[in-house]
C-alpha cells in the first residue's frame, strides 16, 4: 500500500473493513426476521470470523467451517477449509485481521472511545500471547476430533463454548428477534455473553484484546506473515532508528527487529509512521520496481532548455 499520513491510513481502513463486513453480512431480512440465510453463498468461506448462524451472513466462518469438518462422522478432512486458510495465509497473513474482519472492526471502534487510559504494554501480555495458540490446538482441533456424542459427532467446541464474535453477531441478534430463543437461552448463553462483554470492555482501554491473545483464525494466519507474499521489510540504510514505527503500533510489537511478527495484524500504521520510507510492505517494494524511471527523461528535457 502506497504511504499516506496516519490520519488518511486509518479512515481508508475503517472504510475497507466496513465495506467488507457489510458486503458479507448484507441479508437485511435475516435480521428483520430472525432467520439464518442458507442460500448456496453459505458453502463458501469467508477470510475473517464471520458466524454462520449470524442472520446476516451470506458466508461462513474459516474456524467454524473447520469444527464442522473435524467433528462430523462423515468427513475427517475438508481440503477446501484447508486450502482456504493456506492460500490466504500465504498471500496476505494477518493482513486479514487488520483489514477485513468484522469482529476486528468492532474492537477498533470501541477502541477510539476517549477519556479512558490506553494501555500498550502489560506485564503478562507475552505470556497471554500463546493462549490463542492453546485455543486453537484444544478448543478448535483436539476436543473436536477426540471428544464425540452418542451419534459420533463432535461439539464445535471453539464456536459453542468461546466465539464472543458469535455471539454478537448471531447469538445477540437471533435472541432480540426470537421471543422463544429468549425463552430457551439459559446458563451456557450467559456464560458466551459474559466473554463477549469482557472483550468488548477491555477493547476500550486495550487495543484488539481478542486478537492480540485469543483469536484462534489470528493464530493460524500469524503463523504465516513471515512467508506470506504481503510482508513489512525494512531497508537498514534508510532506516535511522527513529523509533516512529514502535511508537505507533498499538499491539506494542518491536517493528525495528522482528517486522513480520505472528502478531502484526498489517493495519499500515507503522510504515506510513516511518519518515524515510524505509519501512515499507513487499507489494510497495514490488510496484517500486516496475514503476518507469523517468529520471533520464526529465535530465535530458533540463540539457535542452539550458
Request: charge should be positive; charged fraction near 15%; hydrophobic fraction near 45%.
Amino acid at each position: 500500500m502506497a504511504k499516506v499520513s496516519l490520519k488518511k491510513n486509518k479512515i481508508r481502513r475503517a472504510w475497507v473493513q466496513s465495506g467488507f463486513t457489510v458486503l458479507t453480512n448484507s441479508h437485511a431480512s435475516g435480521f428483520l426476521q430472525g432467520k439464518i440465510y442458507t442460500g448456496p453463498a453459505k458453502a463458501v468461506c469467508v477470510p475473517g470470523l464471520n458466524c454462520y448462524s449470524c442472520p446476516g451472513a451470506l458466508g461462513s466462518c474459516p474456524v467454524g467451517s473447520l469444527q464442522a469438518v473435524l467433528g462430523s462422522r462423515e468427513f475427517s478432512m475438508s481440503f477446501y477449509v484447508l486450502g482456504f486458510l493456506a492460500a490466504a495465509g500465504a498471500l496476505v497473513g494477518r493482513l486479514v485481521c487488520g483489514w477485513l474482519c468484522p469482529f476486528g472492526l468492532v474492537q477498533d471502534i470501541l477502541h477510539k472511545i476517549p477519556f479512558v487510559r490506553k494501555y500498550t504494554k502489560m506485564r503478562a501480555d507475552r505470556v497471554l500471547r500463546w493462549l490463542k495458540y492453546a485455543i486453537l490446538a484444544v478448543f478448535v482441533i483436539a476436543l473436536p476430533v477426540w471428544i464425540s456424542d452418542v451419534t459420533g459427532m463432535g461439539d464445535p467446541w471453539y464456536c459453542k463454548y468461546i466465539c464472543p464474535s458469535g455471539t454478537l453477531m448471531a447469538g445477540w441478534p437471533l435472541l432480540a428477534a426470537n421471543a422463544s430463543l429468549r425463552r430457551a437461552a439459559g446458563a451456557l448463553f450467559a456464560w458466551k455473553s459474559a466473554i463477549l462483554i469482557a472483550v468488548l470492555l477491555l477493547s476500550i482501554s486495550i487495543y484488539r484484546p481478542f486478537c492480540r491473545w485469543a483469536c484462534p483464525l489470528g493464530a493460524i494466519y500469524g503463523l504465516m506473515n513471515r512467508a506470506s507474499f504481503y510482508r513489512l521489510e525494512l531497508d537498514r540504510d534508510t532506516c535511522i532508528d527513529c523509533g516512529r514505527c514502535e511508537a505507533a503500533c498499538k499491539l506494542g510489537i518491536p517493528v525495528l527487529t522482528d517486522q513480520n511478527s505472528a502478531d502484526c495484524i498489517r493495519c499500515g500504521d507503522c510504515t506510513n509512521a516511518c519518515p524515510t520510507g524505509a519501512l515499507h510492505s513487499s507489494l510497495d517494494a514490488l510496484l517500486a520496481q516496475k514503476r518507469p524511471d523517468t529520471s533520464h527523461g526529465q535530465t535530458h528535457k533540463s540539457q535542452s532548455s539550458d
